[in-house]
């Protein structure tokens, strides 16, 4: 007979008794058990109650064996753990497909310069026409070719004079009009003081140039700047600034 069974058996008639005890104690004044005999009834039925269910949740326990219940336990264990791999899984691959991202610095010090065109390009010259600079001098007066015009500078002053070649290489003629074109000459000396070209009508003069160059050929021209001679022996840096109706350009003077 299953254990379980007997236990039941013995602790169901052990009730019975104990009942049919206090029935008949009510009714008769002797009883057949003496006071000890019934104490120990009652602890001998609480020792086998207590016995067969240890976890005082049920009087009779499920027909499962010790090996069922550790599969139970096992699997449910495999089945929470399961999903956590998989989502690692997911996450790795996540990780290795996401594209590689470009982390580009907008800072002011890492900015990209705006384009600022050459200075064939902002006089809209044909390609292969060049304007080079070759180098600044001091003059106290100037003259043209044939010694028929004078211009000297102010008391105190020097002409400060930049000189230009142009050379048209673009296989065609050119014809070149500075003149016309409404440019304006400023030179800045030193980072300190801005000063305007003058337009001196001699043949040499850039501002008021107008001519026609075959390929192949070129002309000398100059820009004059009439300023203190404080300057003279004393040039640092020279900027030099041509200006339209819309746009500039600049250019720094080695």
């Known amino acids: 007979m299953n254990k379980n069974k007997l236990i039941n058996r013995i602790l169901i008639g052990s009730c019975a008794l104990a009942c049919t005890l206090s029935l008949v104690g009510c009714a008769i004044e002797v009883s057949p058990y003496t006071e000890e005999e019934i104490d120990k009834i009652g602890e001998y039925s609480a020792l086998l109650i207590a016995g067969s269910n240890p976890d005082n949740s049920r009087l009779v326990e499920d027909e499962i064996t010790q090996e069922e219940e550790t599969e139970e336990e096992v699997l449910t264990e495999e089945e929470v753990e399961e999903p956590e791999e998989e989502n690692d899984i997911e996450d790795d691959q996540n990780n290795d497909s996401a594209?590689?991202?470009?982390v580009i610095d907008v800072s002011p010090d890492n900015q990209i310069p705006e384009y600022e065109p050459t200075l064939e390009e902002f006089l809209s010259f044909a390609s292969g026409v060049t304007i080079t600079y070759k180098g600044y001098e001091w003059k106290d007066s100037l003259t043209n070719d044939s010694g028929s015009?004078?211009?000297?500078?102010?008391?105190?002053?020097?002409?400060?004079?930049?000189?230009?070649?142009?050379?048209?290489?673009s296989g065609t003629t050119q014809d070149i009009d500075f003149l016309y074109a409404g440019y304006a000459f400023n030179l800045n000396i030193n980072g300190e003081k801005t000063i305007v070209a003058h337009e001196i009508p001699i043949n040499e003069d850039l501002p008021t140039y107008i001519g026609r160059l075959n390929d192949g050929t070129g002309v000398n021209l100059i820009i004059t700047f009439e300023c203190d001679s404080s300057y003279i022996n004393n040039v640092d840096s020279l900027k030099l600034t041509i200006?339209?109706?819309?746009?500039?350009?600049?250019?720094?003077?080695?």
Not at 99 to 102: S, T, V, W
Not at 149 to 169: A, K, Q, R, S, V
Not at 243 to 254: A, D, G, Q, R
């Open 99 to 102: 594209p590689d991202i470009d």
């Open 243 to 254: 200006k339209n109706t819309e746009n500039s350009c600049s250019t720094i003077l080695e």
């Open 149 to 169: 015009y004078f211009y000297d500078p102010e008391e105190g002053n020097h002409f400060l004079i930049l000189n230009y070649t142009i050379y048209n290489g």
